[in-house]
């Protein structure tokens, strides 16, 4: 079903189109619409811009076959910006990079992520051996599990007591240990995430 959309607002008959991967979240470009890009979009799937410097319509892979998937349009408030989800094939930049702001298209849980390469940082340099992590990692993934289940057993504990202060920290210090045994596995968090899309959408 065809959305109200004001192209009129701009003399231009145009309006920005911001693309977004639907799984990672990461913004790809910033392209613009007519009338005409946004009905082709619809009928073969594929987003579709108007090219300002070509002033003819643009189908995103017409010539490189890195193809913009439709997977959802949003309009917003004022109805003269529209928010593009997508599957990408391969690169989404001209230059041969992800985004256009040449930004890798990957999985982040914010400060999770963050201290997921944290952790990585701490095994990898050789001048943060003194650290808990290095230290941790020095005695092998057995202590690295040892840890995780007696952390497990500490949540268990204060999950039967009243003291929330304590059973936030003990599911914090769980959720350190369980990164760092991913990490000692060769796994990341996104490797989990995968699993469970996979049995939802299963």
Not at 20 to 25: A, F, N, P, R, S
Not at 124 to 141: C, M, P
């Amino acid at each position: 079903m065809k959305m109200e959309i004001d192209f009129n607002k701009n003399k231009d008959g145009l309006v920005p189109v911001i693309i977004q991967d639907v799984e990672t979240k990461v913004v790809l470009m910033l392209g613009y619409m007519n009338d005409e890009a946004y009905l082709k979009t619809l009928e073969t799937k594929k987003v579709t811009f108007f090219s300002r410097s070509k002033q003819r319509l643009w189908t995103k892979g017409e010539t490189s076959g890195n193809f913009l998937e439709l997977v959802s349009i949003k309009n917003d408030c004022d109805k003269d910006t529209l928010l593009i989800q997508v599957n990408p094939i391969g690169p989404t930049c001209h230059t041969g990079t992800d985004t256009c702001w040449n930004e890798d298209n990957k999985q982040s849980f914010g400060f999770l992520t963050e201290l997921e390469n944290i952790i990585t940082s701490r095994v990898e340099n050789a001048d943060s051996k003194k650290s808990y992590v290095a230290s941790l990692f020095e005695k092998g993934i057995n202590k690295i599990a040892q840890k995780v289940g007696e952390e497990a057993v500490e949540v268990v504990i204060e999950a039967k007591d009243d003291n929330d202060d304590l059973f936030l920290n003990e599911s914090a210090d769980l959720l350190f240990h369980y990164l760092m045994l991913l990490k000692a596995k060769g796994f990341q968090l996104n490797d989990v995430v995968s699993v469970l899309q996979e049995r939802h959408n299963s």
